[in-house]
């Protein structure tokens, strides 16, 4: 009897973990055949999702895992390869291809070109979105590394302005613009083909990878230029030696289309195509509808805002502000900043693992917070530890500019037109140029400015009435005036290398590199996760590059446009500031959790939170 009985309780157990298998297979697509004895499609078993909340054990990566994560983060090293180079050599290939003007203008029309890159990303974004959600994900980011990596080594080909005139700008500006769009593209289809190759308790630590890859283009544009210079020599590097680094992305480029071509389409958009689950039109199902518009504006303002302007300080307001501002030489901060970006390269991936463990919106709203906290004091440590001579100047004899507030401008020139004529005008000019901080005191209606360095007392001229021969004349005398004044006051015209403290600025560019990385490393995993797989190529790069291209590109001249309207060194803080205060506040009341949601699945609204392990 009792043998009967634990038969019986056997089989029941049996039909009740077969249905059970059943239900959660026949779910999924996978076939059983349970009067066949219970026989399963074991492949298709091996390739099932783990299930959602739940942790598989911790395994090495996979051969086929790493060539997917490799082929994919290719794309965003060749992003911040050309990004870098091209920025970094801005003031050498704008004699080349801008020489019709004097070199300022053409500095500039060099830094426009640049920022068109950023202006069509968006757009970019909208084109192969589209393509990625109804052609494939392979298809579109395989055009999009062709179409980048190309543009970038047409560069180091194109004749100068004094061989072709007027068609060298048109061209270089077509090429940039060509740049954008394509990377408008090139994010998007890399974070969605790795996350939907990796495990789902995986997500973050494999598509961590791809940031690291910012990182690493960075540094191998670095490495490029510095040993391109050294081994040709500042006049033939800046004669024709600036092409070398542009055309060797060929080689990037040649390795990025043979990974590419052997990979296969997503499993995730098969399965799509194989249902007819194919969205018909992405853009207007992505944001035509006010519950994915509404996810949208929160991916937006409630993650790439704060993470754009969070990267772009580490990465590059650092940079100038140690050059600029602390007067540090250039091949030191680049160095620098070059050790401290490569240390934090592996925090991409370690942070991307966290966010696996805990969830991606702590990382990013904590990320953001700590910044929002964290800033202003980094900032002023380097000043402390990069040059103290600087600092001790600002204490003992501080700079003001006593004037009628009424005759001062808005201290910002980028295209070098405006002409500042009042005393109030050439007076912050003079200290702006010679990157002393300043505060405003007002004076008298009509009165001329003064400057006041410490108890010295230098006044300013008003320059109406005056020809420019005879005002460039008055203002160089002024100028020589100020500059002896701040020497004698202790104010230094360039970091002393034995004052600095390398290790020290290292590990305090360290942590603000850590902190982006914090930031930066969830994101690729949470955009994914976001929305559905039907719309995920479109819905998620529109935000990524709006954010990236226009709120991230724009931090450099509004933060030169603070510092230079206020007089004040760390008031290039509030641009990265005030989007970091909004990140934590829209991210932490509208964003949802997203680790362990479906990706594979077509959900109709925002994905729930994650049930906890």
């Known amino acids: 009897m009792a043998r009967t009985r634990l038969r019986a309780a056997i089989d029941a157990a049996r039909l009740v973990f ?17 009067d066949r004895g219970g026989d399963f499609d074991l492949d298709a078993i091996a390739a099932l999702p783990s299930p959602r909340g739940l942790s598989s054990p911790q395994r090495p990566m996979t051969p ?42 053409a500095l500039i029309f060099a830094l426009l070109a640049f920022s068109a890159g950023f202006i069509v990303r968006p757009f970019g974004a909208m084109v192969f979105g589209r393509l990625g959600d109804r052609s494939g994900r392979k ?70 990878w791809i940031q690291t890859m910012a990182a690493g283009g960075l540094l191998l544009s670095l490495g490029v230029i510095v040993t391109t210079r050294a081994s040709l020599g500042e006049d033939a590097f800046a004669e024709w030696g600036w092409r070398i680094p542009f055309l060797l992305s060929a080689l990037l480029l ?10 296969d389409e997503s499993p995730v958009f098969r399965r799509m195509q194989a249902e007819g689950r194919l969205s018909k039109a992405p853009l207007r199902e992505a ?28 990465q590059f307001y650092t940079l100038y502000f140690l050059t ?71 204490d003992s004899a501080p700079v003001e500019v006593v004037a009628d507030p009424a005759r001062c401008a808005f201290q910002f020139n980028p295209i070098g037109a405006a002409d500042f004529i009042s005393s109030c005008d050439i007076a912050k000019s003079v200290l702006a140029r010679n990157a002393a901080s300043y505060t405003l005191a007002p004076a008298a209606s009509g009165s001329v400015a003064v400057v006041r360095i410490g108890d010295v007392e230098v006044p300013a001229f008003e320059g109406d009435g005056m020809d420019r021969a005879a005002r460039e004349a008055a203002v160089a005398r002024f100028n020589a005036q100020v500059v002896a004044e701040l020497r004698d006051a202790g104010y230094p015209s360039e970091a002393d290398p034995k004052s600095l403290n390398r290790p020290i600025v290292v590990l305090l560019l360290l942590v603000l590199s850590l902190l982006s990385a ?37 931090l450099p001249p509004m933060a030169f446009a603070l ?51």
């Open 18 to 34: 077969s249905f059970a298998r059943h239900v959660r297979l026949l779910d999924v697509g996978i076939e059983y055949h349970g």
């Open 64 to 105: 086929a895992e790493r060539k997917v994560v490799i082929a994919s983060s290719l794309g965003t090293l060749f992003e911040w390869y050309d990004f870098f180079l091209y920025g970094a050599l801005a003031a050498v290939t704008s004699k080349h291809f801008f020489s019709a003007v004097n070199d300022t203008a």
């Open 139 to 208: 298809r579109t980011f395989l055009i999009t590394i062709v179409t980048m990596g190309l543009a970038t080594v047409l560069v180091g080909c194109l004749p100068s302005y004094e061989q072709i005139g007027l068609v060298a700008p048109v061209l270089l500006i077509l090429l940039r613009l060509l740049q954008g769009l394509a990377l408008g593209g090139e994010y998007g289809g890399a974070a969605i083909y790795v996350a939907e190759h990796a495990p789902a308790d995986r997500r973050g630590e494999h598509t961590g």
């Open 254 to 263: 040649a390795v990025s289309i043979w990974v590419r071509m052997s990979l």
């Open 287 to 314: 944001y035509g509808q006010w519950r994915y518009l509404k996810l949208g504006l929160a991916a937006l303002f409630g993650i790439i805002a704060g993470q754009a302007t969070l990267w772009y300080t580490g």
């Open 324 to 394: 600029q501002t602390l007067k540090v030489d250039g091949l030191t901060a680049n160095l620098l900043v070059g050790v401290a970006v490569a240390v934090s390269a592996p925090f991409y991936v370690l942070f991307g693992r966290l966010s696996d463990r805990i969830g991606r919106k702590p990382l990013i709203v904590g990320g953001c917070l700590l910044a929002a906290l964290l800033y202003l004091p980094l900032f002023k440590a380097m000043t402390h530890h990069a040059n103290p001579a600087l600092e001790a100047a600002r």
């Open 518 to 554: 914090m930031t930066y490393a969830p994101v690729a995993a949470t955009l994914v996760e976001l929305f559905p797989a039907r719309i995920r190529y479109t819905a998620m790069s529109i935000p990524y590059h709006a954010g990236n291209g226009w709120i991230g590109g724009l």
């Open 563 to 613: 510092v230079a309207a206020t007089g004040d060194p760390y008031a290039g803080l509030w641009y990265p500031l005030f989007f970091a205060v909004l990140t934590v506040v829209v991210g932490a009341l509208l964003l949802p959790e997203t680790r362990g949601v479906d990706i594979d699945a077509d959900r109709d609204a925002a994905p729930a939170p994650s049930i906890p392990p």
